[in-house]
Nanobody, 113 residues
Framework: QAQLVESGGGLVQAGGSLRLSCAAS????????MAWYRQAPGKQRELAAF???????NYADSVKGRFTISRDNDKNTVFLQMNSLSPEDTAVYYC???????WGQGTQVTVSS
């Protein structure tokens, strides 16, 4: 059974940075694409960043140039480095594996102005 556990969220001022982590277990991590989604209050969940099993990445236009997704297959972990954060980035961030799919429980990111 795939399990995903996010960490690294919190409160940060506009212009600041955060690094999210998602520890995966229960499946062969290196074989599957992974992604970070986010859901702001009153809005639908949206894709923020995607990384394939081979390391190819893709980003939503709204985060391109500010966010970086990466993965460490030895540690079964996917990361999201978020820089130049703005209040519009405030959301619950979810890790997703393309195994079912499966989702983590989410981690709150709040950016104050």
């Amino acid at each position: 059974q795939a399990q995903l556990v996010e960490s690294g969220g919190g409160l940060v001022q506009a212009g600041g940075s955060l690094r999210l982590s998602c520890a995966a277990s229960g499946f062969i991590f290196s074989l599957y694409a992974m992604a970070w989604y986010r859901q702001a209050p009153g809005k639908q969940r949206e894709l923020a960043a995607f990384i394939s099993s081979s390391g190819t990445t893709n980003y939503a236009d709204s985060v391109k140039g500010r966010f970086t997704i990466s993965r460490d297959n030895d540690k079964n972990t996917v990361f999201l480095q978020m820089n130049s954060l703005s209040p519009e980035d405030t959301a619950v961030y979810y890790c997703r594996s393309y195994t079912g799919p499966h989702w983590g429980q989410g981690t709150q990111v709040t950016v104050s102005s």
